[in-house]
């Protein structure tokens, strides 16, 4: 496929989904912060709100930021919003960059009593251009589960399964080798995650999705066994 043009965003990035899960505290409250941002506007036809790249979202910057369109192709639509229950909100996007940009985003606008973020799905995979134009982040998610992985239990995993061992240098081996083995295994299609934005800032969730990043680029340059210790190694540095 590394002969194809891979399916863009018309900012510019990959196309590659992610999906964030919001808890709603308050469902008016919500209601309200979308009615007093410029940017976010209701499509009665899709049962959803819309995030437009306008107003308060034109100083984010992508590929192709708000200055390099013309008029005529302004607004853009950046994110999709459905409130499918009064206690939960979904944001889809169509690239790892607008996810990062739209936790802090949200969180400036979106009281945390009115609403938090807790869960990211994304695609670990990228998409021919042909025949993929009418491809929408909601087509992917809603007919496929996800799989959870969390890294802090999956560490725990590691380090109980060598508890046993009385000498420490041999328990620490034990537990790289176990974590290390865990890293070189395929990601699911589609990968949920959890998103500690509250507590660690953006940098951690940010780093996750660029190792999404990158393996979803190695396999569609044909190297299908690219793997998360792989990227690791690549974008640490390590030999």
Known sequence: MADEPILATMTGEHFQPVRLHYRVLDHEGLLRAFRKLRCVDYDATQQRWVWLYEYEARKLRFKQSYAQ???????????????????KLLLDLRSCERATAAIPFFDKYLPRNVAQVTEAEVVNKLFPA????????DSLFDRQASTSRDAEAA???????????????????????????????????????PVNFYEDGIQGFALALRVRQIIALQHWLGNPDFSMFDAIRSVTGSP
């Open 69 to 87: 369109f013309p008029k005529h192709l302004r607004p853009i639509v950046i994110g999709s919003l459905f409130s499918r229950t009064k206690d």
């Open 130 to 137: 042909t025949g993929n134009q009418q491809l929408t982040p």
């Open 155 to 193: 560490l725990r995993q590691s380090l109980e399964r060598a508890a046993h061992v009385q000498d420490p240098g041999e328990r620490l081996r034990m537990a790289l080798e176990d974590m290390q083995s865990r890293a070189k295994q395929p990601l699911p299609e589609i990968e949920r995650l």
